[in-house]
C-alpha cells in the first residue's frame, strides 16, 4: 500500500474553466496541483471564440478576483447586463429583473467564454505549485480506500500513473470517466439545438437581456458593448440545419425576421457556432478520494445562465471544506470532506437546476393550452414582488466563502 507522504495532493482532470478554477482554489489553500488535458498547450493557451457569452453573477465576480481571474479579462470585453425580461410569444406582458432600489447598476456581467478560459489559464500559469500536462489524457482512475490512481498517456509516456489523496474530475457533461466510475447521471435531451453568434445592429439595447419563447423558436438576445448582440436561437435539428448554411446576408434577413426587427438592422460579425440541449446532474458528485466539478457533475440548461456560475460554486465548497478538513488533522480528500462538499453542492444547485428543465419543457412545448398557462404564469411572476426580489438578490449578492489565498494549515501542507 502506498504510503500518504508518497502521494501527489491533488490531479485535476480537464483543463477547462471549471478545473482550472478548481486547480486555483486548491493551491490557494496549501496544496500541489497537477492539471491534465488531452488539448495541445497552443489551445490552451490562446483559446478560439466559440459563440458563447457567459452571465457572471456577482458572487461569480468575487469569486474570479479571488482567484486573479477577472483583472486578466480585458475590461473593454466586460458588457453590463442591466435589465433581463423574459417574454412569450407576442404578448406585451414581459416578466422583468432589474436593480432598482438595489444600490448595484447591474445584475450582472457578459463575458465571452473563451476570454474567461484564457485568463483562468493565464492565471494557473503563474502558479508555482500548479503543474500544467498538456496532450495528456486520463485512460484510467481507479478509487481505493486511502488513494486514487490516475493511469494516463501522452506523447512521452505511452503508460503512467499518478497517484493522489484528491481526484478532481472536470472533463465534461458526457464525462468518460465520470461513466467509468459508475457515477449514474440525469439526462435530458430537449432535442433541439442552440446557435451563438454575435451581431451588429443600429436599434440600442440599452443593455437589457431578453429570453424568449416564441412558437416554434426560443430567442435569446444578449447585450454585448458596441451596440452588438449576442444572437441565441434554439431550433430542432432540421430548422437549425437550413438557418446555419445560409449565407451571411441571407442570415441576416432571416434573423431579423425572428426577432422582429427589434434591433433594426443587423449584421453578423462572427462565426456561428451549434450546441445540441441537453442537460446533466450526476447522482454523485464524490467517491472515494474523488470529486466531480463543473459540466461532469452538473451540465445546465443556457435559460438561466448559471452553468459556470454553479462551475465556480462548486469549486469554492470543495476547497473550503478541504480546508476545514486539513485544520481538522485529515488528509486531503477524506471521506468526511467530500461528503459535505457533496450535500453543500446539491442543496445549493438542485432546486434551480430542476425549475430550469421544467420551464425550459413548458415554454418549448407547442401543445394546446400550454400557451395561454405559460402567459398567466409570467403575469403571476411579475406581481409576485417578493420572488423576483429574491432572484435578484441572489444575483448580486457578493458573499464569497473562498478560503484567502495560502490560508494558514499545519506546517507539514
Given at each position: 500500500?502506498?504510503k500518504?507522504k508518497?502521494?501527489?495532493?491533488?490531479?485535476?482532470?480537464?483543463?477547462?474553466?471549471?478545473?482550472l478554477s478548481a486547480?486555483?482554489?486548491l493551491?490557494?489553500?496549501?496544496?500541489?496541483?497537477?492539471?491534465?488535458d488531452?488539448?495541445?498547450l497552443?489551445?490552451?493557451?490562446?483559446?478560439?471564440?466559440?459563440?458563447?457569452?457567459?452571465?457572471?453573477?456577482?458572487?461569480?465576480?468575487?469569486?474570479m478576483?479571488?482567484?486573479?481571474?477577472w483583472?486578466r479579462i480585458?475590461?473593454e470585453?466586460?458588457?453590463l447586463?442591466?435589465?433581463?425580461?423574459?417574454?412569450n410569444?407576442?404578448?406585451?406582458?414581459?416578466?422583468?429583473?432589474?436593480?432598482?432600489?438595489?444600490?448595484?447598476?447591474?445584475?450582472?456581467?457578459?463575458v465571452?467564454?473563451?476570454?474567461?478560459r484564457?485568463?483562468?489559464?493565464?492565471e494557473?500559469?503563474?502558479?508555482?505549485?500548479?503543474?500544467?500536462?498538456s496532450?495528456?489524457t486520463?485512460e484510467?482512475?481507479?478509487?481505493?480506500v486511502?488513494?486514487?490512481?490516475?493511469?494516463?498517456?501522452?506523447?512521452?509516456?505511452?503508460?503512467?500513473?499518478?497517484?493522489?489523496?484528491?481526484a478532481?474530475?472536470s472533463?465534461?457533461?458526457?464525462?468518460?470517466?465520470?461513466?467509468?466510475?459508475?457515477i449514474?447521471?440525469?439526462?435530458?435531451?430537449?432535442h433541439?439545438?442552440?446557435?451563438?453568434?454575435?451581431?451588429?445592429?443600429?436599434?440600442?439595447?440599452?443593455?437589457?437581456?431578453?429570453?424568449?419563447?416564441?412558437?416554434g423558436q426560443?430567442v435569446?438576445?444578449?447585450?454585448?458593448?458596441?451596440?452588438?448582440?449576442?444572437?441565441?436561437l434554439?431550433l430542432?435539428s432540421d430548422?437549425?440545419?437550413r438557418?446555419?448554411?445560409?449565407e451571411?446576408?441571407?442570415?441576416?434577413?432571416?434573423?431579423?425576421?425572428r426577432?422582429?426587427?427589434?434591433?433594426?438592422?443587423?449584421?453578423?460579425?462572427?462565426?456561428?457556432h451549434?450546441?445540441p440541449?441537453?442537460t446533466?446532474?450526476?447522482?454523485?458528485?464524490?467517491?472515494?478520494?474523488?470529486?466531480?466539478v463543473?459540466?461532469t457533475?452538473?451540465?445546465?440548461?443556457?435559460?438561466?445562465?448559471h452553468?459556470?456560475?454553479?462551475?465556480?460554486?462548486a469549486?469554492e465548497?470543495?476547497?473550503s471544506e478541504?480546508?476545514?478538513?486539513?485544520k481538522?488533522?485529515?488528509?486531503?480528500?477524506?471521506?468526511?470532506?467530500?461528503?459535505?462538499?457533496?450535500?453543500?453542492?446539491?442543496?445549493?444547485?438542485?432546486?434551480?437546476f430542476?425549475?430550469?428543465?421544467?420551464i425550459?419543457?413548458?415554454?418549448?412545448?407547442?401543445?394546446k393550452?400550454?400557451?395561454?398557462?405559460?402567459?398567466l404564469?409570467l403575469?403571476?411572476?411579475?406581481?409576485f414582488k417578493?420572488?423576483?426580489?429574491?432572484?435578484?438578490?441572489?444575483?448580486?449578492?457578493?458573499?464569497?466563502?473562498?478560503?484567502?489565498?495560502k490560508?494558514?494549515?499545519?506546517?507539514?501542507?
Amino acid at each position: 500500500m502506498l504510503k500518504i507522504k508518497d502521494l501527489m495532493d491533488v490531479v485535476v482532470i480537464g483543463g477547462g474553466p471549471s478545473g482550472l478554477s478548481a486547480a486555483l482554489s486548491l493551491e490557494g489553500i496549501g496544496l500541489k496541483v497537477t492539471v491534465i488535458d488531452p488539448e495541445p498547450l497552443d489551445v490552451l493557451r490562446k483559446p478560439s471564440f466559440d459563440g458563447r457569452e457567459i452571465a457572471i453573477t456577482h458572487h461569480s465576480v468575487s469569486l474570479m478576483k479571488s482567484m486573479g481571474i477577472w483583472d486578466r479579462i480585458p475590461q473593454e470585453e466586460i458588457s453590463l447586463l442591466r435589465e433581463a425580461r423574459v417574454e412569450n410569444g407576442e404578448e406585451n406582458n414581459p416578466l422583468i429583473f432589474d436593480t432598482q432600489g438595489k444600490g448595484e447598476e447591474a445584475l450582472g456581467y457578459l463575458v465571452p467564454n473563451y476570454l474567461i478560459r484564457k485568463a483562468t489559464f493565464e492565471e494557473v500559469q503563474s502558479r508555482d505549485n500548479i503543474t500544467v500536462l498538456s496532450q495528456t489524457t486520463c485512460e484510467k482512475l481507479n478509487c481505493f480506500v486511502d488513494y486514487a490512481r490516475v493511469e494516463y498517456s501522452n506523447v512521452e509516456q505511452k503508460h503512467a500513473i499518478f497517484s493522489t489523496k484528491l481526484a478532481v474530475v472536470s472533463d465534461g457533461r458526457f464525462s468518460k470517466i465520470r461513466n467509468s466510475l459508475k457515477i449514474g447521471y440525469m439526462l435530458h435531451d430537449f432535442h433541439r439545438y442552440m446557435m451563438v453568434c454575435r451581431m451588429k445592429h443600429n436599434v440600442p439595447h440599452h443593455e437589457v437581456a431578453l429570453q424568449w419563447f416564441d412558437k416554434g423558436q426560443t430567442v435569446a438576445l444578449l447585450p454585448l458593448n458596441n451596440n452588438v448582440t449576442s444572437v441565441v436561437l434554439s431550433l430542432p435539428s432540421d430548422e437549425m440545419n437550413r438557418v446555419i448554411a445560409l449565407e451571411p446576408e441571407q442570415f441576416n434577413q432571416e434573423i431579423m425576421k425572428r426577432i422582429q426587427s427589434r434591433l433594426g438592422k443587423m449584421e453578423l460579425v462572427s462565426t456561428r457556432h451549434v450546441y445540441p440541449l441537453k442537460t446533466v446532474f450526476a447522482n454523485r458528485f464524490e467517491t472515494r478520494h474523488v470529486a466531480l466539478v463543473g459540466d461532469t457533475a452538473i451540465g445546465m440548461h443556457p435559460i438561466t445562465a448559471h452553468g459556470y456560475n454553479f462551475a465556480l460554486i462548486a469549486q469554492e465548497i470543495l476547497a473550503s471544506e478541504v480546508l476545514a478538513g486539513l485544520k481538522r488533522g485529515e488528509e486531503v480528500g477524506d471521506s468526511k470532506q467530500l461528503r459535505r462538499f457533496e450535500k453543500r453542492l446539491r442543496i445549493k444547485t438542485m432546486p434551480l437546476f430542476t425549475l430550469t428543465n421544467m420551464i425550459a419543457t413548458l415554454y418549448t412545448r407547442e401543445e394546446k393550452g400550454l400557451w395561454k398557462l405559460r402567459q398567466l404564469g409570467l403575469k403571476a411572476a411579475n406581481l409576485f414582488k417578493p420572488v423576483k426580489d429574491k432572484v435578484v438578490d441572489t444575483l448580486i449578492d457578493k458573499t464569497i466563502t473562498l478560503p484567502s489565498p495560502k490560508s494558514i494549515l499545519p506546517k507539514r501542507f
